[in-house]
């Protein structure tokens, strides 16, 4: 009785398995087409969107890496919060050499709000330009083509979010190679979403939205008392199908610099993980439905690859295994087809290993990440 139900939930969460990989993530892997790049001879002026909390050196190298991008209507806003590291003196420096640098000072922020948000609205509120393009002090764009790119959908296809893709810096180590798979991961998965018409979240290291829309909806109502939130929360409440696109060309990614210790990566995820209760139930299920199936997939899985090896009934126990290799080729492919696109690279340490660790990754991170109470931006 126990193995007949095994094989039930076995084959039953392989179903909802293959319906993810094939068809969700499948979509995007195997047969999106990069469309030609829509450009028009008027550009519409963009503001360039920075928080920073003491972030000078970061930002001694990143703003000259922006003022060369190949887009003639930008400037950047800087908001410097509550920085003593020395960023409003580097910051008058670069202004003194780019004219079209601004920044606002932070000093204090209320009780009532959480910090980068306030940061974010203040700076948003005094915006030059109604075509925002948000990123972080810590990251810097792939080519000179991320300005025309990230804003190509809302400025000329009438999306109100342009939802982009934003990979970590590779570095040597075990920890960064899991921080590029988890990176990547996750966006194959709301990046399949927007794809299907049903967006859920974004990363404010590589995101674009109209300054009118944020302050037609009071800003980050309804958002304040999360730390987090301000990219991912944002996008799950207002994007949709009709006014969100994804930006799917290794030219207009953004990277970042990775953490290098394993504390540090478990406080970020953790907080990531945080704002993740807050999503719309959907959109929670969208999610949870992958993990879940994911979860019962491997339990069943090796429960009766053991139970044949106890039994000796090895066409089972093959059978069992022929599965998950299958499944395993196929998420592979998934991986190598979706970092192409998204990177221009096809090389993944996407495995079995992998596939295995983020299952306790998900369910155990994401579980303290959930139930915490209190976490930080800076």
Not at 148 to 175: C, H, N, W
Not at 176 to 181: G, R
Not at 266 to 281: D, I, L, S
Not at 296 to 308: G, M, Q, T
Request: hydrophobic share 45%.
């Amino acid at each position: 009785m126990i193995i007949e139900i095994l094989w039930i939930v076995f084959f039953s969460s392989l179903a909802i398995q293959l319906f993810y990989i094939l068809i969700l993530f499948g979509r995007f892997a195997f047969f999106y087409k990069q469309e030609p790049n829509k450009e028009s001879s008027e550009k519409e002026g963009v503001t360039i969107i920075i928080a920073a909390h003491n972030e000078r050196i970061n930002l001694k190298k990143l703003i000259p890496l922006i003022f060369k991008q190949d887009y003639p209507n930008f400037d950047v806003m800087v908001i410097n919060d509550r920085s003593y590291d020395g960023t409003k003196k580097i910051l008058e420096k670069l202004m003194a050499i780019y004219p079209r640098l601004r920044t606002v000072t932070v000093d204090y922020t209320p009780a009532h709000v959480t910090s980068k948000k306030y940061a974010l609205t203040l700076g948003i509120k005094v915006a030059k330009n109604d075509v925002l393009l948000l990123t972080d002090a810590d990251c810097w764009p792939s080519t000179p083509k991320w300005i025309e790119l990230m804003t190509s959908p809302v400025r000329l296809e009438g999306k109100t979010f342009a939802i982009g893709f934003s990979q970590y810096d590779t570095r040597d180590g075990f920890l960064n190679k899991w921080i590029q798979v988890e990176t990547l991961w996750t966006a194959i998965q709301y990046i399949s979403f927007a794809l299907w018409k049903s967006p859920f979240m974004g990363v404010g290291r590589n995101l674009c939205y109209r300054r009118s829309f944020f302050m037609e909806n009071k800003a980050f109502k309804g958002l304040w008392q999360i730390e987090s939130g301000d990219d991912d929360l944002f996008v799950n409440l207002y994007a949709n199908g009709n006014n969100a696109a994804a930006v799917i060309n290794p030219e207009s990614i953004t990277f970042s610099e990775p953490k290098t210790t394993w504390k540090s990566y478990f406080t970020q995820k953790k907080r990531h993980f945080h704002a993740g209760k807050y999503y719309k139930t959907r959109n929670k299920l969208k999610i949870g439905w992958y993990a879940f199936s994911h979860l019962i997939f491997w339990v069943s899985a090796i429960s009766l690859l053991i139970l044949s090896g106890i039994n000796q009934t090895w066409e089972q126990f093959l059978l069992i295994l022929g599965i998950i290799v299958v499944r395993s080729v196929l998420i592979t492919s998934v991986f190598r087809l979706a970092r192409k696109k998204l990177e221009g690279k096809i090389q993944v340490f996407w495995s079995g290993f992998f596939d295995v660790i983020y299952i306790g990754y998900f369910w155990i991170l994401g579980a303290l990440g959930y139930q915490s109470k209190k976490v930080r931006w800076k």
